[in-house]
């Protein structure tokens, strides 16, 4: 049963991830138009879809796409058979909950990718199939700046961005995972070297 308790983390990260998503899709106005402010003008909902990957990364909405969701699939297999293991050992809880942050964290996201466009009919126009091709629904925004940026910089270069990209739930769950790994790391890791040395 020990290891059973960190799924649950991750399929509550998924219920809460798509209730957020649907509660956005049915509710709001996309765009600027249809904004809500919570913290002023600094924190608001933005209804967004998500094509690619973070930051507004892309591989188009053929093959390019498809590549993305398998792969996304892939990862989502591997992560969540190395949790099953990891709880068998001797490894620290904390790293333990952290992966099990991010595996619900990229389910939430998948879920968007394989189902979003054929169920919510939000697949780019030119998709080769809807099924797959799923545009991802974010929705929190910090808005601190926006602008454009120069046409020299990378991959944004001539592009209006967002100091901060607008993100959703399945984010926050990989991003607070991924953290939680790099400022404990030594602590999670010290930990599990000092017990199987034991052994």
């Known amino acids: 049963m020990r290891q059973y308790k960190y799924f649950v983390l991750t399929l509550t990260i998924v219920a809460i991830d798509q209730a957020v998503k649907l509660l956005v899709h049915y509710n709001m106005t996309m765009g600027p138009a249809g904004e809500i402010n919570l913290l002023g003008e600094w924190f608001k909902l933005h209804y967004l879809l998500n094509r690619g990957m973070a930051f507004g990364l892309s591989f188009g909405a053929g093959y390019g796409k498809l590549a993305l969701t398998v792969f996304r699939l892939l990862a989502i297999l591997f992560i969540a058979y190395g949790l099953f293991r990891l709880t068998k050992t001797k490894y620290h809880a904390g790293l333990l909950w952290c992966i099990a942050a991010i595996l619900g964290g990229a389910i939430g996201n998948l879920v968007d990718s394989v189902f979003y466009g054929a169920l919510l009919d939000n697949a780019p126009y030119n998709s080769i199939t809807p099924w797959f091709h799923g545009q991802v629904i974010d929705m929190l925004y910090f808005d ?54 034991q052994v």
Not at 169 to 174: C, N, Q, S, T, Y
């Open 144 to 197: 601190f700046w926006e602008g454009y940026l120069p046409d020299w910089f990378p991959l944004w270069g001539g592009k209006k961005v967002a100091l901060l990209p607008i993100f959703n739930m399945a984010d926050v769950a990989i991003l607070v995972g991924v953290l939680g790994i790099l400022v404990f790391q030594k602590t999670f890791f010290r930990q599990a070297e000092s017990r199987l040395t």
